[in-house]
């Protein structure tokens, strides 16, 4: 099977680096295990949140000189800070092109509510969830939050709480309808994606907007839980518009409905554009020529080699498997690459939890370029992207969607330039 480019890993860089060489006319395939990060998402992009010291960053654009200049070895000092802004424009373009409505722009982080209704800043949010511009208020005095009964995984309690120090008051209420009971009967089944799934029926939505209408009282704005908008991207306005009022999703715990959306619409566009996705598929190994990686095998394909001019591996962390740890080292499985980890196993960890941890920063070693190290050499066409790649912590500096996008796109630039 031969192709421009193999790109192995499915996930947000692993489709963003397809979709701007689709877009170019570049023949490519993503090969991919299974669930990416996408699927356990906040659906928010952070870009940059903090510096390694853990000075906040306000202004992603402004500082990710100090950033550079703090922890040089961070991929986003492998594009330098002129690239760093141009990338994020074209990833913001692209997702809206892809169909990911975003609200939020690169010079100004703004602020996400997290599942514990407490406020923290980001890049990009979707745009059916609740951001506002103030890190301490929310726009509202009187909220509704709404919640399915049974559904475990939204605390309502906690975030009416966290509402109130901020002076907003929260109504509770929680609803039941008969189709809901079908998921009830085991309470395992009581999952965001599977009361999504109802809810992509407009009868059931319908339902709901009558029982909004009815119980939201004086409530300026009505909060749910993430837990529409699986199959369509207008639910949300929708309800504003039959209900009258503001209304906003929150992120639940995992798996993420918006993630999961978002994943569905990446690949839907990268395919649109002629990307060919094999999905539930995992490369095992490559052949190599000299610098240069001339064969690819998967698991589904044996023997059959899949061929291709540039190779990008985009597997993600230790999450996706990326990079597997043993009690002795860190591999990365695929290609056996170099990678950066410390060599005593008590440097690999901090006790203190809420500390950085310093395994977050390990990952595969590249030159300037992205291009794979092996052995201490560049390979000439296998490149890196996201999550696996050395350097960063995504925790700490709030930066893990903005590495995976921004690498990917480099990455996707050099290829082209070829
Ligand atoms: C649980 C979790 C939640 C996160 N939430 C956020 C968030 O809300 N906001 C944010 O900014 N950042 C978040 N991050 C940071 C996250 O790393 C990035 O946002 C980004 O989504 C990572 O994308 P990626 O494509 O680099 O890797 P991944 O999303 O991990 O995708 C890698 C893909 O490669 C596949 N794969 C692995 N090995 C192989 C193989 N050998 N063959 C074929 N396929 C393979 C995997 O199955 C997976 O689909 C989160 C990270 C995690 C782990």
Sequence with gaps: MKFDTIIVGGGLAGLLCGIRLSKEG??????????????????????????????????PLAGVEELIRQQPLHPYAKLGKEKFGEL?????????????????????????????????PTWLTLKDLL??????????????????????????????????????????????????ECIRKNPTEMRSTNIARLFDKQENLEELIRLLKTESGEAEAIILPAIVGLGQDDVVEQLQEKVGKT????????PSVPGIHTQQQLRKYFQHLGGVYMLGDTVLRAEKEGRKVVRVYSYNHGDIPFVGKNVVLATGS????????????????????????????????????FAAQPYQTFGVKTDDSFRA??????????????????????????????????????????????
Excluded at 379 to 394: D, H, M, Q, R, T
């Design 26 to 59: 570049q023949r490519c395939v993503v090969i991919s295990a299974g669930q990416s990060a996408l699927h356990f998402s906040s659906g928010s992009f952070d870009l940059l949140n903090a510096l390694p010291d853990g000075t906040p960053v306000r202004n």
């Design 88 to 120: 994020a424009v074209l990833a913001r373009e692209l997702l809206l092109e892809a169909g990911i409505a975003v609200k939020g722009e690169e010079k100004a982080n703004h602020y996400r509510v997290t599942p514990m209704g407490n406020l923290k």
């Design 131 to 180: 951001a506002c511009e103030s890190d301490s208020h929310l726009p509202w005095k009187k909220i509704a939050i709404f919640n399915v009964l049974g559904f475990l995984d939204f605390y309502t309690q906690f975030i009416a709480d966290e509402f109130r120090k901020m002076g907003t008051e929260s109504s509770i209420h929680s609803f039941n309808f008969p189709v809901l």
């Design 247 to 254: 209304i906003c999703l929150l992120p639940t715990l995992p």
């Design 318 to 353: 230790f999450f996706s498997q990326g990079l597997i740890a043993t009690s002795e080292r860190i591999y990365e499985p695929v290609f056996d690459l170099d990678v950066s980890f410390s060599k005593d196993r008590e440097q690999w960890y901090n006790l203190d939890l």
């Design 373 to 418: 190290m092996y052995r201490g050499q560049a390979f000439e066409n296998l490149y890196v992207a996201g999550a696996v790649l050395e350097g960063f912590n995504a925790m700490k500096e709030g930066c893990g969607a903005g590495v995976s996008v921004l690498s990917a796109l480099s990455v996707a630039e050099r290829i082209l330039s070829k």
